[in-house]
């Protein structure tokens, strides 16, 4: 048990977290502590009878049963290992902006999930922060089931093709990517490499809970060290080369 312990106190704090969450939920809907059907995200009973938890209790839970044990057990592993990668690499040392990029992801999502009468929200929430790990990373050769290797920018439409394989909805991981993409997009993409104004901007009170863990300039618009880095090394102009990948954790 100290092993566990061990293992879980090295987990970045926010992802812990989240991490935490989503093994608690299921774990208290399969044993009956809570009858499942309150934690799902109905869009009548949170417009009209205002059960204002339920986009929350529907980020975290997944009914797992025999037939969908596998597909939350590697969804698991998602969140684990590319929440993981986002916080201590590209986020490192600016947990408020991490948490706000999870949050406008959430939003985004909750609203579709009302749109589309989508019940559970966790997949599209983990898929949403695997595809800006792997826009971050687009260059970097991947490894995946059965020894297939190919570039990260791949790794979100595989992982859609397996989890639909294993027992998924396409639908899940597309919303998942799609809002992954509006993030990097609104982010990334257009503040730096068309010159557009930055749309989204972490709030104050974030920077006030989470302070930043070290010196230097955060907020959205801002790209990773290692990206300014190579972005000066190229004659520091205006426009970035997308491809060019690097490795989360290279400061």
């Not at 209790?57 to 986002?86: C, E, I, K």
């Not at 050769?141 to 595989?158: D, E, H």
Request: charge should be positive; aromatic fraction near 20%.
């Amino acid at each position: 048990m100290s092993d566990i312990g061990d293992w879980f106190r090295s987990i970045p704090a926010i992802t812990g977290y989240w991490f935490a969450a989503t093994v608690a939920v299921p774990l208290v809907g399969k044993l009956g502590l809570i009858s499942p059907a309150y934690l799902f995200l109905w869009p009548e009973a949170f417009l009209y009878r205002f059960q204002i938890w339920r986009p929350i209790t529907a980020t975290f839970y997944f009914p797992v049963g025999p037939g969908t044990g596998f597909l939350y057990l590697v969804n698991l592993y998602f969140l684990y290992q590319y929440s993981t990668r986002l916080e201590t690499g590209a986020f490192d040392g600016r947990p408020a902006d991490y948490l706000f990029m999870l949050l406008f992801n959430w939003i985004c999502i909750v609203i579709t999930g009302l749109t589309m009468d989508m019940q559970l929200l966790m997949i599209p929430l983990i898929m949403s922060v695997l595809y800006v790990w792997a826009q971050l990373n687009r260059d970097m050769i991947v490894s995946f089931w059965f020894g297939t290797r190919f570039k990260a920018c791949y790794l979100p439409w595989v992982i859609l093709g397996f989890n639909y394989i294993i027992g998924g909805s396409v639908i899940n991981e597309l919303i998942g990517n799609l809002v992954g993409h509006l993030y990097f997009f609104l982010m990334f993409r257009y503040p730096m490499d068309l010159g557009g104004r930055n749309f989204l901007s972490t709030p104050q009170f974030l920077y006030r809970w989470l302070p930043s863990r070290r010196g230097g300039v955060s907020g959205f618009g801002v790209p990773p060290a290692s990206m300014r880095r190579a972005a000066d090394q190229n004659g520091g102009g205006g426009r970035h080369n997308w491809g060019q990948g690097f490795r989360l954790g290279d400061q």
